[in-house]
């Protein structure tokens, strides 16, 4: 990981957070030691985008309203607009596998 964090120049607390998210919903598995660090739980070509979204994000949404309730749903006008956005965004997410970003 750190390697990682210096080569992306993040920090390697976020780095740390975010692979403890990815391990608490099963996409990667961590090995302590010498010869340790963290390994993908399932084959690349199994893991979406979405996946690592859902692990990490607590939404996805374009707008807050979608996920937490708007209370003018039904009235608002970019509503219908914005559930739209949203599902060509989670389809998209859904559709791209992490074997095609590590090639």
């Not at 010498?34 to 374009?62: M, N, R, W």
Request: charged share 35%; proline share 2%; hydrophobic share 35%.
């Amino acid at each position: 990981m750190r390697s990682i964090a210096q080569k992306e120049n993040i920090s390697f607390d976020y780095l740390e957070k975010i692979f403890s998210r990815l391990e608490k919903k099963g996409l990667v598995k961590a090995k302590r030691g010498a010869t340790g660090g963290y390994f993908l739980s399932e084959d690349p070509q199994e893991i979406t985008l979405k996946d690592i979204f859902d692990a990490v994000e607590e939404h996805i949404s374009v707008v807050g309203c979608i996920e937490d309730g708007c209370p003018r749903d039904g009235e608002c006008m970019a509503s219908t607009a914005w559930k739209r956005v949203n599902k060509k965004i989670e389809d998209t997410l859904s559709s791209v596998r992490l074997s095609e970003l590590i090639k």
